[in-house]
């Protein structure tokens, strides 16, 4: 075996295990929709499932049965629609949802058996524009779904929902300029490596910390993009219906559903990479703990990666926990307050921010600024 | 054949086919799609020349910006009302597209390839760094001009569409 054959093997692993995770995450998410919900509104939630008669598993037997439910579903394409983009929609949805994780790392540096392997799938030097850039391709799987439709609450729900991800789609780009300047990179894991740095000694240099208000503009544009609750005007059971999805069923309704899904896992990550310090663990260095009153705990390499990985996992897990906490506690927005939101509040108060992280560098920058 | 070479003929051959699919196509939405494939082939394509800053502009602004909004007006003016082809946009279509081939007959007879010793570009070479610095250092004031007609045409568009303001 060659080395290039070694590392091509190396990244196809690490490409299958982040799509497994990233479509197991997803999949339970779904599950722990309804539980949480439930779990929010004093309710049992989902627990009348069973398989053949079976109903012993209690709540795994509903993570099996729903994805049965959906696949064995009659597939119905309007007779006056588009067929073919009636087909292509849903891949349209899927595909900007998944491809989008390859950017983001989930640990620094495994070195194993004298390779160094970047625990991240690819490793692009404009990490941040890749994200976004698959982000805007999100809005042809609605629009093109809505038309093909053939059906005037669809085209509504559709229309609604691309205007809604292109105004979002700015106020979060502005948001994340901030981390951009601060951290001075528009690489991901490097983004990841320059929280591992203190601040005064104690405090670790998470994007949090430093950029307060890119997270909350962030955050919240995230929510806005993945067209849930309160922000779900896409859809709208008294007026339009499901919206732009009104006329799938079956394994192509399952596709988008995963794809929001699949957005919500991304999302979580993308928060926990840009502000929450990523794969960082506090004052884990690459040898193990060095504690900032003194004192450290050596660990071996390969328990500290799997502490990063394992922590990493976590962050993703508590923001996907706290969108679906969102969603379950916040009433609906109605379409002019989401706009307005997006272009009179988060727009501008984004703007601010990056001027006056702008200032600031340029104040406590104590050499001459760069060429 | 490396398969760098291999890589660009699958690519480019699908970028072809999707050009033409664009044109050929008689449902007008159908062509958009094609069209945004294309790009998104085009962005692949700049991709394996290194230039990845490029590339992913490509997809940002034209796949993921420009083309929606051609997709909306399209998807909102019916286009099953649009009317047959007529001679005369064929003539005109024809000539602009013959104008076109005989700019690229030049470029398709140079068969001189790369110059040895050109074969990679250098370090950082289409790097987010090296992009800013030549739009931002070196071409500061084109740049802002640029900037400033683009405000002309927003500033435009608002006034021709809110009558009173």
């Known amino acids: 075996m060659t080395a290039t054959m070694i590392d091509i093997g190396i990244v ?77 929609a849903p891949c349209l949805a899927l595909f900007p949802a998944l491809v989008t994780f390859a950017v983001i790392p989930f640990g620094d540096v495994l070195v194993l058996g004298g390779r160094e392997i970047n625990l991240q799938v690819a490793n692009l030097n404009v990490g941040i524009l ?92 995230a929510v806005a993009e993945t067209k849930r609750i309160p922000f779900d005007l ?15 069923s079956g394994a192509k309704f399952l596709m988008f559903f995963t794809g929001e ?36 705990l050596l660990l071996p390499h390969l328990l500290v990666v799997l502490l990063q990985v394992a922590v990493f996992g976590l962050k993703v897990v508590f923001f996907c926990w706290l969108q679906i906490l969102v969603r379950w506690s916040l009433p609906r927005f109605r379409y002019d307050q989401v706009m307005r939101l997006g272009w009179k509040m988060l727009l501008p108060l984004a703007l601010v921010n990056v001027m006056v992280t702008a200032v600031l560098i340029v104040a406590f920058q104590s050499g001459p600024v760069k060429p | 054949m490396t398969s760098a070479v291999i890589l660009f003929f699958v690519v480019g051959g ?49 796949a993921g910006a420009i083309m929606v909004l051609f997709l909306f007006v399209i998807m909102l003016l019916n286009p099953a009302v649009l009317e047959g082809r007529r001679l005369a946009w064929w003539g005109l279509g024809s000539l602009a597209a013959l104008l076109l081939l005989f700019e690229l007959i030049p470029l398709l007879l140079d068969s001189s390839g790369p110059a040895s010793g050109q074969g990679s570009a250098g370090a950082g070479f289409g790097s987010p760094e ?21 405000l002309v045409a927003i500033i435009g568009a608002v006034v021709l569409a809110k009558r009173e303001l």
Do not use: C
């Open chain 1, 12 to 88: 196809a692993v690490k490409a299958a295990l982040v799509l497994s995770m990233l479509l197991n995450l997803a999949g339970l998410l779904g599950w722990i929709e309804r539980k949480g919900s439930a779990l929010i509104q004093d309710r049992i939630g989902a627990n009348r499932a069973s398989i053949f008669g079976f109903a012993g598993l209690g709540l795994v037997n509903t993570l099996i049965a729903d994805p049965i439910k959906f696949l064995t579903k009659e597939d119905f394409i309007p007779p006056k629609g588009d067929r073919l983009l009636h087909t292509l």
């Open chain 2, 130 to 150: 090296m992009l800013a610095q030549s739009l931002f250092y070196d071409f500061v004031l084109p740049f802002e001009i640029a900037s400033v007609l683009l």
């Open chain 1, 234 to 248: 896409p859809e709208g059971e008294s007026e339009i219906v499901a919206g732009y999805h009104v006329e799938y």
């Open chain 2, 14 to 62: 699908l970028a072809i086919v999707f050009s033409l699919l664009v044109v050929f196509q008689r449902n007008v939405v159908h062509s958009a799609m094609a069209l945004v494939a294309t790009l998104f082939l085009v962005a692949v394509l700049f991709l394996t020349l290194d230039a990845a800053m490029v590339g992913i502009l490509q997809i940002l602004v034209y």
């Open chain 1, 130 to 221: 890749y994200i976004f850039s698959m982000a805007s391709l999100g809005v042809y799987g609605i629009v093109v779904g809505a038309w093909a439709s053939n059906n005037k609450f669809s085209l509504l729900g559709g229309v609604r929902g691309s205007a809604q991800m292109i105004s979002y789609e700015i106020a979060m780009g502005l948001s994340v300029i901030g981390i951009v300047m601060v951290y001075e990179t528009l690489e991901l894991q490097e983004i990841a490596r320059a929280q591992g740095e203190v601040l005064w000694g104690w405090l670790p240099a998470w994007g949090i910390f430093l950029q307060p208000v890119g997270f909350l503009l962030f955050f919240t544009a």
């Open chain 1, 261 to 296: 899904f699949a957005e919500i896992v991304t999302a979580a990550a993308l928060t926990t990479t840009l502000f929450f310090g990523g794969w960082q663990v506090p004052y884990l260095m690459r040898d193990g703990l060095h504690f900032p009153w003194g004192g450290s």
